[in-house]
């Protein structure tokens, strides 16, 4: 079946420090790959997605492509804000058996430090 | 344009009662999947629904269920509550079900099972 592996967490950072958060996936076709954020207390919010090999997803700053040769879809950002501090979740959606399934990885909590 | 809304936002059931929880999707989003996310388990896929119809199942126990109206509105029910359903349950739609459609979530139900 389908499965995400995400670096373990938690991450913690410096303000203005570069970010990478590893995801790599497998999945017997041809899936999109999602990175949703959650604060705390709240649900997931969409920050960017890629439905097909070596497209780049982007928002915010964030920055993610679609790596079909090395299965990846890591997550990275040049400089980070204490704001960004929150869990990040990357996903995969197929449509294999019928229906939209988010597969999630096990999130990864960033802390940024002044 | 409103976003996915869920209520109630907080529900404390006993062991053994039953609980049925709403979710309200982005208007004009037609597919409405429903997550469960636990500290030890993630998040994990409930079911999804399309034109009524349920087009996708998880691996949760017949106790789950849910149903979806011709406004695309949607509740999911837990029958016979046991400790560990207590979880986040979190709604989420998306324009249609095709895998290339991100799914946009809501603010989630906070479940306690005492």
């Known amino acids: 079946g389908n499965s995400v592996t995400q670096m373990e967490g938690p991450v913690t950072l410096s303000e203005e420090a570069f970010l990478t958060i590893n995801c790599t996936y497998t999945?017997?076709?041809?899936?999109?790959l999602f990175w949703y954020v959650q604060y705390p207390g709240e649900g997931l919010q969409l920050l960017l997605k890629?439905?097909?090999?070596?497209d780049k997803g982007s928002n915010k700053g964030f920055e993610a492509t679609y790596r079909k040769e090395t299965t990846s879809f890591h997550l990275e950002k040049g400089s980070v804000q204490v704001s960004d501090s929150a869990v990040y979740f990357c996903?995969?959606?197929?449509?294999?058996?019928?229906?939209?399934?988010?597969?999630f990885g096990t999130g990864t909590q960033l802390k940024v430090e002044l | 344009k409103a976003g996915v809304t869920q209520t109630p936002r907080y529900l404390i059931k006993t062991r053994g009662q039953q609980v049925t929880l709403s979710c309200s999707p982005i208007?004009?989003?037609?597919?409405v999947s429903w997550y469960q996310q636990t500290p030890g388990q993630g998040l994990q896929f409930l079911f999804e629904?399309?034109?009524?119809?349920?087009?996708n199942k998880g691996n949760f126990p017949g106790r789950f269920s849910g149903r979806q109206f011709s406004n695309s509105r949607s509740e999911m029910n837990v029958s016979t509550l046991e400790l560990g359903d207590s979880a986040l349950y979190l709604c989420?739609?998306?324009?249609?079900?095709?895998?290339?459609?991100?799914?946009?979530f809501g603010p989630g139900t906070r479940l306690t099972v005492t």
């Open positions: 999945a017997t076709g041809y899936p999109s």
């Open positions: 208007s004009g989003h037609r597919s």
């Open positions: 989420a739609s998306s324009l249609d079900p095709g895998q290339k459609y991100e799914q946009y």
């Open positions: 629904y399309f034109s009524e119809t349920q087009r």
């Open positions: 890629a439905t097909k090999a070596d």
């Open positions: 996903a995969l959606s197929d449509f294999t058996g019928g229906g939209n399934k988010l597969t």
